[in-house]
């Protein structure tokens, strides 16, 4: 052999650890799938078990500084903890990382995990807000941007995005999601995994995401948190599982399991949903972690003896990583060892975490890019306030707006500022705010204080508490009214009323907050209610006394100058609802794309699905809102008119701006299987854009609706497109549309 060839040689032997080691993301999957396999082979059975472990430990205080416990940071060194939850900050995170890759026999990174859900510091509206805005790439702005300041602080985690459909606005939860529509779900669903995790998660600024809660928890009887969910395999593939399966296929590293049962099987030890469907079927090669303790609460549910028998059910399941059960520390490896469980299981949920870890490039950059000087660059910039304040107005929708009450005048001799939300710096940021700050939200007030004219007096006054029934506050905020020539009225709910465990039985206002609302509205002076909120509110009379409503639900730190902008009309509002606003409770649940039954409700006829006491109707349909302008949505055309399985129609339809005021419309398409093996909903969304129209214009806007678009369960549960007539229905929202007719020959399989 040559000396030229013995020094390549040796080059080549020298090369290939460094170049395994410095694999992208993106390089062949071999490289990391090899790396892996050369890790798990010098690892004990007690290390596997430590990466399949997530705690949220006490953080000390000492001289100034964050610090683990002394007990913790054992466990880091012996290789005992696979990732952390609620632990944040560049300087604390470095420090655990540092001591896990020089402390620990084998070096494996910690991945760091937080709820960042709708934004880190800068916080975005509560994501049922952020899908009135019904533009998905803006969402994915406002995702990439929470992973700028997220990952500076040291996350690598999100548990989000919340993907779960929510039917019944008593559930809590509903403020975390996308509303009660599949399709408006998955494209949200989509955006803020791509959002979180950017083009490549080995980059610093991507963080993994995880879809969450798997599956159908929005179900839950009653709208009680962590309930049983009790519906058909039909139901589930077709309303709770789309925006999963989107996720999925947009590449979401993790998913978290959910903690209800359905029929009868708690998600944590379901093997049909984390093996069959989401591995078998849907091709998924990332983690699955439970709910926090949700291995252990298979005890409650009544499925496991014993919490050893929990993490016996959990593990085979499909279910990787235990959060804060405990479960997996304390009996895997016995179980193990007993032969109740194959190692070979716990090898491939280990195999599917270091796979993360690995596509986050942590054993190259255990740090991920994170420091303090991130910190103070990306966090609260002014760059990303305006973005919040952006998607926050974008939000707000117009529900309603007689005599055109809005907007109002910026030199207005007097405006008064009134209501128990009015001055709120903390609410705003409505539930899951991750490490939001009261002291970063500009107040409704402060917002109108500042956007009002220099010669325009802004009267304060609270009036109410916002969960109380004492009226003592009401004359000074009645006298404040009757000195104005408008009012602005915000009412609501805390942001404790909303989010996980804020399940209500009532949809009213809090406390004595409509006799408040009324005593204000019989001063005669014109009232603007905002309402600030997790949930749609049951507000019948306030829709028929009080002359223009904004509902802002939540919308984060730029909360008053995001209201500030629609209510002068700096921003001409543009959002639509997400999910059906009831007249009562009794209504609920009450969604758009329900069924007819053989008996369709009609007020006409007594022995039909209706009610004796209430119209059918709701309060504010889906797709909802109005504008400062008026919109024409003409009648639509479609081509061709008939198509085969394999094939797509084009819907297009003429848009008009018929008012005075540049403005943006959400033109929707619905469609309905007319006659079908199985019964279908009434009609269903499969496309929306958003259209910018300047006064007198028009402009025809098209659609590609593919045939596999109108796929359905069979009798058989094969998603098939089946022939027949379709009604396509374009409008502004669910309830105002116009129709007309398609045939699809043939029929297609889709899966």
Known sequence: MSRLLRILLVFLILAVPFVARCQPTGSPAGGIERRIDSLMAKMTLEEKIGQLTQYSPTVEQSGGKSALSPAQLALVREGKVGSYLNVTGATLTREIQRTAITESRLKIPIMFGLDVIHGFRTVFPIPLGEASTWEPDLIRKAARTAALEATAAGIHWTFGPMVDIARDPRWGRIAEGSGEDPYLGSLMAVACVQGFQGDDLALTTSMVACPKHFAAYGGAEGGRDYNVVDISERTLREI???????????????????????????????????????????????????????????????????????????????????????????????????????????????????????????????????????????????????????????????????????????????????????????????????????????????????????????????????????????????????????????????????????????????????????????????????????????????????PAILEAWFPGVET?????????????????????????????????????????????????SRYIDLPLTPLFPFGYGLSYTTFACGKPVLTPSEITGSDSVIVSVELSNRGDRAGEEVVQVYVRDDVASVTRPVKELKAFQKVALKPGETKRVSFTIPARALAMESREMKRVVEPGSFTVFVGTNSDETQSTTFTVVGGAAVR
Request: proline share 5%; glycine share 8%; with cysteine.
């Open 240 to 546: 709770y599982l789309p925006p999963f399966e989107s996720a999925v296929r947009a590449g979401a590293g993790t998913i978290m399991c959910s903690f209800n049962e359905i029929a009868g099987t708690p998600s944590t030890a379901n093997r049909q949903l984390l093996t069959d469907i989401l591995r078998g079927e849907w091709g998924f090669d990332g983690f699955v972690v439970s709910d926090w303790g949700s291995i252990g609460e298979l005890q409650a549910h009544g499925v496991a003896s014993s919490l050893a028998e929990a993490a016996s059910l959990a593990i085979t399941a499909g279910t990787d990583m235990d959060m804060e059960s405990k479960a997996y520390p304390t009996h895997l490896a016995d179980l193990v060892k007993s032969g109740t469980v194959a190692e070979r299981t716990v090898d491939d949920a280990v195999r599917r975490v270091l796979r993360i870890k690995y596509r986050l490039g942590l054993f190259d950059d255990p740090y991920h890019g994170c420091s303090v000087e991130r910190e103070q660059t990306e966090i609260l910039s002014a760059a990303h306030r305006a973005l919040a304040r952006d998607v926050a107005r974008r939000s707000i929708v117009l529900l309603k707006n007689a005599s055109n009450t809005l907007p109002l005048r910026k030199d207005s001799r007097t405006i008064a500022v009134i209501g128990p939300l009015a001055e709120s710096r903390k609410d705003p940021l409505g539930p899951w705010d991750a490490m939001g700050r009261s002291e970063d939200v500009v107040s409704v007030l402060d917002g109108i204080r500042k956007s009002a004219g220099p010669r325009t007096t802004v009267l304060y006054a609270k009036g109410c508490e916002i969960d109380s029934t004492a009226t003592a506050g009401f004359s000074a905020a009645i006298d404040a009214a009757s000195r104005a020539d408008a009012v602005v009225l915000v009412v609501g709910e805390s942001s404790s009323m909303s989010g996980e465990a804020a399940s209500r039985s009532s949809l009213a206002l809090p406390g004595n907050q409509e006799d408040f609302v009324k005593a204000v509205a019989a001063t005669g002076k014109p009232v603007v209610v905002v309402l600030l909120n997790g949930r749609p509110l049951a507000i019948p009379w306030i829709a028929e006394h009080i």
């Open 560 to 608: 008053g100058n995001a209201v500030a902008d629609v209510i002068f009309g700096e921003y001409n509002p543009s959002g639509k609802l997400p999910v059906t606003f009831p007249r009562t409770v009794g209504q609920v649940p009450i969604y758009y794309n329900h069924k007819n039954t053989g008996r369709p409700g009609d007020a006409r006829e007594r022995f039909t």
